[in-house]
């Protein structure tokens, strides 16, 4: 196991590390998205084994290509996720659409097209910095009106285009795109404060 | 035409990965030019990054740590000091691949065929694109080319569909060529110089599947000796303007 300094490391220097093949910034690193991307990942692939293989997948992907990390693009938060969304979309794809649209008509009907957003309820097992991370996204998703959050929601977490979600909700493409654009600019004012931090 | 505000339209729904493929490659375009679109697109990834929070809670097996540290051990990363030889991985990269004897060659290639069938399916790309790809693939008269770097280096593999006057190139681990650059392919033919093969880009996790037409030069030829890959202006170079960081032999499949 790794030993936890008290002054915590940079994200980026943690991925610093990683390209030189330290492996214990890869666990570092883990410790600090691990449960995330995990979340993250099974929300997509909606089965417990595939949420590890990709989150398995994507932490090597992260390891293998941490020398090519441009901390200009974007913070390593972000990378991540990208990395671990992508993946599970892959597999998702990969797996075909008929079990999916299964799984749709079950979500629009019970839940609300919304369902996989987090509740606001506290989350005792996690740190209290991803605790205040997770509660500050819940609350600005929960500030959005839901066409646009739906929107946002069917991009992110179904990976699907403007027009597929046009076809979808049987709406104008260009009333999706609104929503959209309207939708993130609006998450972007809530989520500052994260936002500011990120860096 | 689109005006520089439409453009800036654009940013948030390519950070969610929500544009039309044919949108997506304007727009791709444009950002190589436009550093306002660009800070935009920096921006709404932030965004979105954040949304992976908004997932349902889920506690992952206690055993996942352990299998994402065993599989780093497995691998080492891409140019990463501590194993790699010295001599510069540029240097390596083009003699690599034709240092590699014939039986070792057939070896590999049964593997790269299975790891290619395994990651097809999760190729990078949309589904329209893919199923084209894969009629490419499994039509007659194709070739393939595997390019290597060292080690766990990028990879990419290019087959080249006679009948259809295409190439289709999937690229690993390569990591996308920075603003106002691209990645030109080369077809190298005994004798000749080389032929541009067309230019692409991979997205921000290093994979890439494009389909790209055959020029007339090299479909007269019907067959060439090599393909390289250069780092390039976007928009491509009238012949490579440095050594290629991938190159690999092609082989006759028929």
């Known amino acids: 196991m790794a030993t936890i300094p008290k002054v915590p490391v940079p994200d980026r220097e943690l991925v610093g590390r990683m390209a030189e093949g330290e492996d214990i910034a890869l666990g570092e690193l883990y410790d600090r998205y691990g449960k995330t991307l995990y979340a993250l990942a099974l929300a997509i692939v909606r089965e417990p084994a595939d949420a590890e293989e990709v989150v398995v997948d994507a932490f090597g992907q992260a390891w293998r290509q941490a020398t090519a990390f441009d901390p200009a693009r974007g913070s390593v938060g972000a990378w991540l996720a990208t990395i671990a969304r992508s993946r599970a979309l892959d597999v998702v794809r990969a797996r075909g659409r008929r079990a999916r649209a299964h799984e749709r008509s079950a979500l629009l009907s019970e839940d609300g097209i919304a369902a996989p957003i987090a509740g606001l309820g506290p989350d005792p097992s996690r740190g209290a910095e991803h605790s205040e991370t997770r509660r500050l996204v819940a609350q600005a998703l929960a500030g959005l009106p839901e066409p646009q959050r739906v929107a946002i929601q069917l991009a992110y977490f179904e990976g699907l285009s403007q027009s597929e979600i046009a076809e979808r909700l049987a709406e104008p493409l260009g009333t999706i795109k609104t929503r959209m654009r309207t939708g993130m600019e609006k998450l972007r004012g809530l989520l500052r404060p994260l936002l500011e931090g990120a860096a | ?254």
């Open chain 2, 1 to 254: 035409m689109t005006t520089p505000h439409e453009w800036q339209d654009l940013a948030a729904p390519y950070a969610l990965g929500a544009l039309a493929s044919d949108e997506r490659q304007a727009f791709e375009s444009h950002l190589a030019g436009c550093e306002g679109c660009r800070a935009e697109v920096r921006s709404f990834s932030e965004v979105a990054g954040l949304l992976a929070h908004g997932a349902p809670a889920a506690q992952p097996p206690a055993g996942l740590r352990g299998r994402v540290l065993a599989e780093a051990g497995r691998v080492r990363p891409i140019s990463a000091g501590r194993r790699r030889a010295s001599p510069a991985w540029l240097a390596a990269a083009a003699g690599l691949v034709l240092a590699v004897g014939a039986g070792v060659t057939a070896w590999r290639q049964n593997g790269r065929v299975r790891a290619l069938e395994g990651r097809i399916a999760t190729v990078d790309s949309t589904a329209a694109a893919a199923e084209s790809a894969l009629a490419m693939l499994t039509g007659p008269q194709v070739h393939m080319v595997s390019l290597a770097g060292t080690g766990r280096a990028p990879t990419a593999r290019v087959f080249w569909n006679h009948t259809r006057g295409r190439f289709i190139v999937f690229a690993f681990d390569l990591p996308a060529a920075p603003a106002g650059r691209a990645y030109q392919l080369w077809a190298i033919a005994k004798g000749k110089a080389p032929m541009s093969m067309g230019t692409f880009n991979t997205d921000p996790t290093g994979r890439a599947t494009i389909i790209l037409p055959v020029g007339q030069e090299i479909a007269s030829l019907g067959f060439v000796d090599d393909c390289g890959l250069t780092e390039e202006p976007a928009g491509g170079s009238p012949q490579p303007t440095e050594t290629p960081r991938l190159l690999g032999a092609w082989l006759h499949t028929d």
